[in-house]
């Protein structure tokens, strides 16, 4: 079952919604609705989630607050971690360009003393969880294996398009991500090729 709905003519005139409304039915397009962050938690916590590229879609449609309200959320966190490793790669592969960028953007509209409380905060958050998510994984998955390469990557990745200035405020949160890994790798879950 799709989230998107698409209109035909009939109710693009019932709808009364303008030209535009009834240019995207003529042509075949679609209208697509933004979900909030608590009815996203709703349809992955139903008994039939939306396919994970699906909920993709929905939570790149999301300001900041409302990702970070989704992920708070315990059984969101294990929707996802339930899901086979080849979507949930998938999934966060499709929302880690938009919330990088989401991230960025709130940065850089605190004051110097909101910057340091927010990635405070994240650190202490990722030090929470440091096990947790792992801990819910299917036993295969459970053991990590990524190439010393795809950890600089994705490392250049999240500091792509940032000022020094930016990265002098993001590096405790860039030594918490090395921290989690060396203890991944120290603790048998992550295999370095």
Same mark, same amino acid.
């Given at each position: 079952?799709?989230?998107?709905?698409?209109?035909?003519?009939?109710?693009?005139?019932?709808?009364?919604?303008?030209?535009?409304?009834?240019?995207?039915?003529?042509?075949?397009?679609?209208?697509?609705?933004?979900?909030?962050?608590?009815?996203?938690?709703?349809?992955?916590?139903?008994?039939?989630?939306?396919?994970?590229?699906? !909920?993709?879609?929905? &939570?790149? #449609?999301?300001?900041?607050?409302?990702?970070?309200? *989704?992920?708070?959320? =315990? @059984?969101?966190? +294990?929707?996802?971690?339930?899901?086979?490793?080849?979507?949930?790669?998938?999934?966060?592969?499709?929302?880690?360009?938009?919330?990088?960028?989401?991230?960025?953007?709130?940065?850089?509209?605190?004051?110097?003393?909101?910057?340091?409380?927010? !990635?405070?905060?994240? &650190?202490? #958050?990722?030090?929470?969880?440091?096990?947790?998510? *792992?801990?819910?994984? =299917? @036993?295969?998955? +459970?053991?990590?294996?990524?190439?010393?390469?795809?950890?600089?990557?994705?490392?250049?990745?999240?500091?792509?398009?940032?000022?020094?200035?930016?990265?002098?405020?993001?590096?405790?949160?860039?030594?918490?991500?090395?921290?989690?890994?060396?203890?991944?790798?120290?603790?048998? #879950?992550?295999?370095?090729?």
């Amino acid at each position: 079952m799709t989230r998107k709905k698409r209109l035909g003519l009939g109710t693009a005139a019932i709808a009364g919604s303008g030209v535009v409304i009834y240019l995207l039915a003529f042509a075949g397009g679609e209208v697509v609705r933004d979900y909030a962050a608590p009815e996203i938690a709703e349809l992955v916590k139903s008994s039939e989630p939306p396919p994970a590229a699906e !909920v993709a879609e929905m &939570v790149n #449609r999301l300001d900041f607050e409302g990702r970070m309200e *989704l992920f708070e959320d =315990d @059984e969101v966190r +294990r929707w996802w971690t339930g899901l086979p490793r080849e979507e949930r790669m998938e999934f966060a592969a499709k929302t880690r360009k938009r919330g990088r960028e989401l991230f960025l953007a709130k940065m850089r509209q605190l004051s110097d003393d909101e910057k340091k409380e927010m !990635v405070d905060s994240l &650190v202490e #958050r990722m030090r929470e969880n440091r096990g947790r998510l *792992l801990d819910q994984l =299917d @036993e295969e998955d +459970r053991k990590l294996r990524l190439s010393r390469a795809e950890i600089r990557r994705a490392v250049r990745e999240f500091l792509e398009g940032t000022t020094s200035e930016e990265r002098v405020d993001l590096a405790p949160l860039e030594a918490e991500m090395l921290d989690a890994l060396h203890d991944l790798q120290h603790s048998g #879950r992550l295999e370095l090729e």
